[in-house]
């Protein structure tokens, strides 16, 4: 237990870190790029994000819908909310364990099929950030060599697990634990490699990761920035690329870190990058932590110790 807590402090230290040396480098160019913060353009970046959560809530109500979980629209939205706003404030994604106890608990749905829906989740996540980040390498030059394999492997790694799947049936499995984990794939198959399920998910997967492209342009748009679309879009995925190895709560750190440098390699200035990098992510993380917490009466006070009892197991474990 005492190793995993101090892993969590590590984490949270690192992201403090991440985000202090960022700012420390551009100090004092920092109150001069400040004075072109704008209410406009950040209540702009606000709405544009809370339209991919309106979009990402109903995608979820269909992965569900799909692996025959029949849910709301406001539960499949509140419960991404909730699971979010956990995996902000612990690392490792404790939150998605959260989302699994919320669906079994309002809808006793089988612990197979709530981790089912949260694969389908990430496997389209990550092949529509990888898909959008190769076409914008078409646009952006001079990308330094790394950004390459950074999105071309997890493409290559999501083409293998969808070849898998395509063969898990046939696998045997006597083992309870193997049966378990084949059938959870035969229900990600099932769910996601349908005609229907492939066109309605990736059409919703690129407009939410679109508009969260579109968030941090608003942000951009502030500092007066000539910075092509294409070249904001290959920095929001550089970002959540590096952002998915769960290093800090919520990616706090290495995803401001990654977008920056995204940022300056294309020509924007340390500080107006930097500033971009800090505002897009509090812009995103903020509304994730209000509407999360605005989820608990929603789901009702059972949710707050059964959030503890899960994350001091997870800890106890260790």
């Known amino acids: 237990m005492y190793r995993k807590l101090i892993g969590v402090l590590v984490s949270v230290l690192l992201a403090i870190a991440l985000l202090g040396i960022m700012l420390a480098r551009v100090w004092d160019d920092l109150l001069i790029t400040v004075s072109y913060l704008e209410p406009f353009f950040i209540l702009l970046a606000i709405l544009v994000s809370?339209?991919?959560?309106?979009?990402?809530?109903?995608?979820?109500?269909?992965?569900?819908?799909?692996?025959?979980?029949k849910v709301s629209y406001f539960f499949a939205t509140a419960c991404i909310f909730f699971s979010q706003t956990v995996n902000l404030i612990v690392p490792a994604r404790l939150g998605d364990f959260i989302r699994i106890i919320i669906i079994r608990h309002e809808y006793d749905a089988t612990v197979s099929k709530c981790l089912s829906s949260i694969v389908i989740e990430r496997l389209f996540d990550i092949i529509t950030v990888a898909a959008l980040g190769l076409f914008s390498l078409l646009f952006v030059l001079n990308v330094p060599e790394w950004f390459i394999p950074l999105i071309i492997i997890p493409l290559i790694?999501?083409?293998?697990?969808?070849?898998?799947?395509?063969?898990?049936?046939?696998?045997?499995?006597?083992?309870?634990?193997?049966?378990?984990?084949?059938?959870?794939?035969?229900?990600?198959?099932?769910?996601?490699?349908?005609?229907?399920?492939?066109?309605?998910?990736?059409?919703?997967?690129?407009?939410?990761w679109g508009l969260e492209a579109a968030v941090c342009m608003c942000v951009t748009l502030m500092f007066q920035e000539e910075i092509p679309f294409m070249v904001v879009v290959l920095a929001i995925?550089?970002?959540?690329?590096?952002?998915?190895?769960?290093?800090?709560?919520?990616?706090?750190?290495?995803?401001?870190?990654?977008?920056?440098?995204?940022?300056?390699?294309a020509g924007t200035a340390p500080a107006v990058a930097t500033l971009i990098a800090v505002i897009d992510h509090l812009i995103k993380n903020a509304i994730t932590l209000v509407c999360g917490l605005a989820t608990i009466p929603y789901f009702g006070q059972?949710?707050?110790?059964?959030?503890?009892?899960?994350?001091?197991?997870?800890?106890?474990?260790?």
């Open 50 to 69: 809370l339209s991919s959560w309106v979009i990402r809530g109903w995608r979820y109500q269909q992965i569900l819908a799909y692996l025959t979980v």
């Open 157 to 208: 790694l999501c083409a293998m697990f969808a070849l898998f799947l395509l063969i898990a049936g046939k696998i045997p499995a006597k083992n309870p634990v193997f049966h378990f984990i084949l059938k959870m794939f035969n229900e990600v198959k099932e769910a996601s490699l349908t005609k229907k399920s492939i066109v309605i998910l990736s059409i919703s997967s690129f407009i939410i």
């Open 237 to 265: 995925v550089i970002g959540n690329l590096v952002k998915a190895i769960p290093l800090t709560p919520g990616g706090i750190g290495t995803y401001e870190l990654a977008v920056a440098l995204t940022l300056e390699i």
């Open 302 to 318: 059972w949710i707050i110790p059964t959030m503890i009892d899960t994350i001091r197991e997870k800890f106890s474990r260790g």
